[in-house]
């Protein structure tokens, strides 16, 4: 009986470790959302995930539109824009250019 509560309680302290190591791991990872930090005591990992992926999509969402508001206002500018990337690619260009 003895060994089997000493295995017991000793699992119990190995599950516990197993589990803190995964919510420090998560919270590494989860750093987009600027309230995460403060929650991460009270949500289970799951809602905590699903947050982050909200959160992000809100956020592209965001700047989708952003740069939809932008090329239409480059798009009516009088002044050529080339954008392009690092190896000299064209990207996007207005119809002045």
Known sequence: MIFFIFGFLLGMVIWE???YRFKYQLQKILTASPD???LFKFL???SLVRR???YLQE???Q???ELQR???ILELDPIGYLHIDRDNQLLWCNRQA
Do not use: V, W
Request: some cysteine; overall charge negative; hydrophobic content about 25%.
């Open 17 to 19: 470790c197993s589990y």
């Open 36 to 38: 995460t930090e403060d």
């Open 44 to 46: 289970s990992a799951t």
């Open 52 to 54: 982050e992926i909200l």
């Open 59 to 61: 956020t592209s969402q």
């Open 63 to 65: 700047q989708a539109i």
């Open 70 to 72: 932008q090329q239409y």
